[in-house]
């Protein structure tokens, strides 16, 4: 379905509001609530804004896109016998590219349904609601709101920016904005958000340290837009550091002591989270969490043995981005034959990798998270979109700025604090390369890889290209094989796809053909939004 045609559907059924009642995942049916007789209470009101961190409108873009666009355009993963994520891999994207269409239509649906949420909360919300309690319930609405326009604007750059729903009805066809105004409205909602949101809520949403996390993030990514050279806007990096930074020695939160930890289920919305979505086990297709289905490297560790249609493969390139100590990280994101995983299919004495695959968001199956209604299209695993050590990185980056290295104390302090709870050695001082490994490293198969490269392309396009093409160069971007007795890695001997060589515009993707189709407007030169 088109955009436009989506966004119509949640202007016109507020009904479309899912949210919790004694948790984010006690979800009504879309019945039960509507704008015409909601918003009676803060109870409604939370109830509404918890609707925002998961269910159907994240669908598309959370399981199909998220990490196929963060890891496989950027070499960090390949999947050689789907038409769509071969075009990821080899820049041979068109317009018709599934994996486009839904990640564009995806996080348009969530914009129209953070929209709904936010004008029903302004204009019906009972007097009795206290203003403290409206604003914080828009801030949620709004930080959400941001965190879909940034990916908008990393992977498609000019897009159009809608705040109101209901001025499509007047105004169907779209022009885009310009990326620094896309950014910009980011960073308008975000410092809403940071201003309006507590400092502690319930386990699982956002807080002020969400927001300005956030915010670091998005003030270091616009630090590059419309600039060249390797430089960067330093008031831009200042603020990226003031926000990151305050998070990192204000907030009270610290990194989980053990990195393979954060990423099982037990420990789901644990303090290193600073934005997660929610999702249930067991509510069937097209609500919940699909990264299992999806990407298993073997149906045997997933619900009912149906997974793993797509499993992704580590790229040779990512592997040799673990030293030799990097053991905890390395086994917690992919996994290499022979290596040995306990907690999954333990009720069969455990798994052993047969090959090399993602490990990151394998939680196993029903009797291992003893949810016997867990289904293989629902994971109970909340997975993290922004966390702490993300916001740790950022604030070395932004203190790197435009040197070439730094040894300031705070950028070691956090940057080394990442890399101590890994087990690596620390370091004297910070580059711009040893920065985009060690977040590579850090992030991997959690889509950040592709914003990192993106991020770089802004301020130093002709070195972020050089980056992707010597990626290829090497062979890179291409699948191994692991011997678990002499424990060496072979890169494959089949040949990858052919890989067209990178330039600027492989940093952008199309924008799909079925929204051309109903808004041509799109193919015009962005305009101004502010």
Not at 313 to 331: F, I, N, W
Request: proline share 5%.
């Amino acid at each position: 379905m088109k955009l436009i045609n989506k966004i119509f559907i949640i202007l016109l059924c507020a009904a479309a509001i899912v949210g919790c009642k004694k948790s984010f995942l006690d979800r009504p049916s879309n019945s039960q609530i509507s704008s015409n007789n909601f918003y009676k209470s803060t109870s409604d009101v939370r109830l509404a804004t918890a609707s925002l961190y998961g269910g159907s409108h994240w669908w598309s873009w959370a399981n199909e896109c998220w990490i196929p666009l963060g890891d496989v355009l950027s070499g960090t993963a390949s999947f050689p016998y789907n038409g769509d994520l071969v075009q990821l891999f080899t820049r041979t994207i068109t317009a018709q590219n599934g994996l486009v269409t839904r990640g564009w239509v995806g996080l348009y649906n969530t914009v129209a349904q953070c929209n709904t949420v936010i004008t029903a909360i302004q204009q019906q919300a009972d007097p009795s609601i206290s203003e403290a309690d409206k604003n914080a319930a828009i801030a949620e609405a709004r930080f959400i709101r941001a965190m879909a326009y940034y990916n908008l604007a990393i992977y498609w750059g000019a897009v159009p920016i809608i705040e109101d729903n209901s001025k499509l009805i007047k105004d169907p066809l779209l022009n885009r904005n310009i990326v620094s105004d896309v950014y910009k409205f980011v960073t308008k909602d975000l410092t809403y958000a940071a201003q309006y949101l507590p400092k502690t809520d319930q386990k699982g949403r956002v807080t002020t340290w969400s927001a300005q996390g956030m915010l670091g993030k998005a003030y270091l990514t616009m630090a590059g837009v419309g600039k060249s050279g390797g430089v960067r806007d330093q008031a831009l990096l200042d603020s990226a550091k003031k926000y990151a930074g305050n998070v990192c020695k204000n907030s009270g939160l610290n990194l989980m002591p053990s990195y393979y930890d954060v990423f099982k289920v037990q420990n789901n919305d644990n303090p290193e989270s600073l934005f997660s979505l929610q999702w249930a086990g067991g509510v069937g297709y097209g609500t919940g969490n699909a990264l299992q289905q999806l990407f298993a490297p073997d149906r045997i560790i997933t619900p009912q043995q149906q997974g793993g249609w797509m499993a992704l493969a580590p790229s040779y390139d990512l592997y040799r981005m673990y030293s030799a100590k990097d053991t905890v990280r390395r086994k917690a994101t992919i996994m290499l034959n022979g290596d040995f995983y306990p907690e999954l299919n333990a009720a069969g004495g455990g798994y052993k990798a047969k090959g090399t695959g993602m490990k990151k968001h394998m939680i196993g199956t029903e009797k291992d998270n003893n949810l016997p209604t867990m289904d293989s299209w629902s994971s109970p695993e909340h997975n993290a979109v922004l966390r702490l050590a993300d916001v740790y990185l950022v604030y070395a980056e932004a203190i790197l700025g435009n040197n070439s290295t730094t040894s300031d104390a705070d950028a070691l302090k956090y940057f080394n604090a990442v890399r101590a709870r890994a087990g690596v050695d620390i370091v004297t001082a910070v580059t711009p390369a040893l920065l985009r490994t060690e977040r590579r490293v850090e992030l991997a198969f959690e889509g950040q890889y592709w914003t990192d490269l993106v991020r770089y392309s802004y301020y130093d396009p002709t070195n972020a290209v050089k980056f992707l093409n010597d990626q290829d160069a090497t062979h890179g971007r291409i699948s191994f094989t692991y011997d678990p007795v002499t424990k060496i890695a072979k890169r494959d001997t089949i040949a990858p796809p052919l890989t067209l060589p990178a330039t600027i515009s492989s940093f952008t993707l199309p924008i799909p053909s079925s929204e051309l189709t109903t808004a041509p407007k799109l193919a015009e030169p962005p305009v101004p939004y502010y």
